[in-house]
């Protein structure tokens, strides 16, 4: 088999719109299919959903970058599709073979005007990593400086630009065919996703944004960002200084290196909580690869592809916000988001409240997991059905970077505590207050909590007044079921899909009679087939009846 046959069709060069379009369409068919069947045959369980998100990340990989892409930032996205979902692309990976060295040379010497001898001294064409995007190069300047270079995957942007008419194309169809997608707005979801691709495949974007990262922590030595070297730096070519350093999560050799653990923890969460709260810019992806600890213990970052922004907060805004979660405030938590632009506001905020006062309520004083909302279970999604809302990207971007540094955190110790971490930065930013009206705050909030502490109800107490509440907003459902009601809401549901199957049955002989009667065989035969197949399903369903009322006399007796 030749090379060339073992590519991916979007890897060839001779790739038209058109059959890029029928790919993106039927791949987007067969899963709506397989859907729609399931939900037909009654099979919308967490297992199916599972074995979905597999098949469906498969889907994205053959789809190329684009959709590798979109599959990981729906990973973000809990808020639009089941936890199921979520989770199988969560585990997407950039699993895309690296490309000729000599074409990323070729984009070397065409972006920065020399050759590869010219520009650096030595140049290793091996790469280091490889990711849909692009592939990253060691390299030597002739100053002597030890560089990496990060080289754009070549027909990268063309492949964009198709496939952003293409996309475009597919999601005015569903939102006219598929009433059921509009309650997602797709046309918002398409330019949001977009507008942050094509900033990613701009390394003089990229860039920018290490320079102002490396910036807000210039005078912090612990924090370790790598220059950006602007000679060798053009949209498709980017040079950065070579940092190595130990995997984030590979806590053996950590330790080996003599390095607290537990210190590394405090680094991380000070500087995210820097980024959230104080410069108001933050890595949105902050996953293993893309961050290191150098052999003196120091936090090395990489990967500004993926910069969110944030409005920040003034010091005293901040102190409100660390006392409102310490106080399980809801009001005071929601409030500071809103003011951050991380929720929008709306009329009707209980169900933002409803989840944010359940994180405040599981996770304060222990490590946080989405996996835990589990224990929500159908409330949770009913409510998104009920009261459907849209969190703001960055919402999501926050809620994967905390999710992800826990995840970072645990592997590093697993009895770590958010709260105990996050103290650093509090005592941090108290110490470089002036003193006044900052310092005079600082002494009522901790005032208002020591009074919250000693005055605060017993866990009856606030069991029963959580129960009001409830009642009174009107969440808590009550469900009054027995035995023989279920029984009989069984059969009641295999009699009608039994007669839905008979329909189908006779439906399909007789127009299959009356197309072989107009002289129509080949229509004809599906129609019998069909009606052979719906028999099949009417069989089943009448046996179960049959055993479901045996048993429930059997029981009834």
Same mark, same amino acid.
């Given at each position: ?27 987007t ?11 037909f ?28 892409k ?19 692309l ?18 070397i ?64 169809i ?25 900033q ?40 950065l ?9 590979d ?20 500087c ?47 102190l409100?916000?660390f ?49 835990a909302?589990?224990?929500?279970g ?10 459907p809302f ?8 926050? $809620? @994967? !970077?905390?999710?992800?540094l826990?995840?970072i955190?645990?592997? #590093?110790?697993?009895q770590?505590? +958010? %709260?105990?971490?996050s ?12 003193k ?7 002494a ?14 017993s ?14 907003q ?11 009601s ?8 295999l009699a $009608? @899909? !039994?007669?839905?199957?008979?329909c189908?049955?006779?439906?399909? #002989?007789?127009?299959?009679?009356? +197309? %072989?009667l ?11 087939s ?23 006399k059997?029981?009834?007796?």
């Amino acid at each position: 088999m030749s090379a060339s046959s073992s590519l991916q069709p979007w890897q060839r060069r001779k790739y038209s719109p058109f059959r890029r379009q029928m790919d993106v369409f039927g791949a987007t068919g067969r899963f709506l299919t397989r859907l729609w069947w399931d939900n037909f045959l009654g099979r919308n369980t967490p297992e199916c959903r599972r074995q979905q998100g597999r098949k469906l990340v498969n889907q994205l990989l053959r789809l190329g970058p684009t959709f590798i892409k979109i599959g990981q930032a729906l990973s973000t996205r809990s808020d639009l599709i089941p936890l199921e979902y979520t989770e199988a692309l969560g585990e997407l990976q950039d699993r895309v073979p690296e490309f000729d060295p000599n074409e990323a040379i070729a984009v070397i010497e065409s972006e920065l005007g020399g050759s590869i001898h010219t520009l650096f001294r030595e140049f290793d064409r091996f790469p280091l990593a490889a990711a849909s995007l692009g592939q990253v190069h060691r390299a030597t300047l002739h100053t002597g400086e030890l560089v990496v270079v990060k080289v754009q995957r070549p027909g990268l942007e063309e492949l964009f630009n198709l496939d952003f008419e293409v996309i475009h194309r597919l999601v005015r169809i569903l939102n006219r065919y598929v009433p059921a997608v509009r309650k997602y707005d797709l046309e918002a979801l398409y330019n949001e996703f977009f507008g942050l691709l094509y900033q990613e495949i701009d390394y003089i974007h990229e860039g920018k944004n290490a320079e102002r990262f490396r910036e807000n922590f210039a005078e912090q030595p612990h924090i370790l960002v790598p220059k950006v070297y602007w000679r060798y730096t053009s949209r498709r070519v980017l040079t950065l200084e070579y940092l190595p350093g130990i995997k984030i999560d590979d806590r053996q050799t950590i330790e080996a290196c003599d390095i607290n653990p537990d210190q590394l923890i405090q680094a991380g969460i000070t500087c995210y909580l820097q980024q959230l709260l104080k410069d108001g810019f933050f890595q949105s992806d902050p996953h293993p690869g893309n961050m290191a600890v150098s052999q003196d213990g120091h936090l090395i970052f990489y990967d500004f592809g993926t910069m969110a922004e944030v409005k920040s907060m003034a010091q005293d805004q901040m102190l409100n916000t660390f006392f409102a979660v310490m106080k399980k405030d809801t009001e005071g938590v929601v409030s500071s988001l809103v003011y951050m632009g991380l929720l929008e506001p709306k009329p009707d905020m209980t169900p933002v409240k409803r989840l944010v006062s359940f994180v405040l309520d599981q996770f304060r004083e222990k490590p946080i997991d989405l996996k835990a909302f589990e224990q929500m279970g159908s409330e949770v999604y009913a409510m998104f059905e009920q009261q459907p809302f849209r969190l703001p990207a960055q919402m999501m971007f926050i $809620i @994967k !970077s905390v999710t992800t540094l826990d995840g970072i955190a645990r592997a #590093l110790n697993p009895q770590y505590n +958010l %709260l105990a971490a996050s103290t650093p930065f509090l005592k941090e930013l108290t110490q470089s207050a002036r003193k006044g009206s900052l310092v005079q705050q600082l002494a009522q909030q901790t005032k208002s909590y020591i009074r919250y502490r000693l005055t605060r109800p017993s866990e009856a107490e606030r069991a029963i007044a959580q129960l009001e509440n409830r009642i009174e907003q009107g969440e808590l459902q009550f469900r009054v079921r027995t035995e023989a009601s279920d029984r009989i809401l069984k059969r009641i549901y295999l009699a $009608i @899909k !039994s007669l839905i199957y008979a329909c189908m049955t006779g439906f399909s #002989l007789l127009c299959g009679t009356l +197309l %072989l009667l107009g002289n129509y065989p080949n229509w004809a035969i599906v129609l019998f087939s069909l009606a052979s197949f719906c028999f099949f399903l009417l069989l089943r369903s009448l046996s179960r009846l049959a055993v479901r009322e045996r048993l429930d006399k059997l029981v009834e007796k």
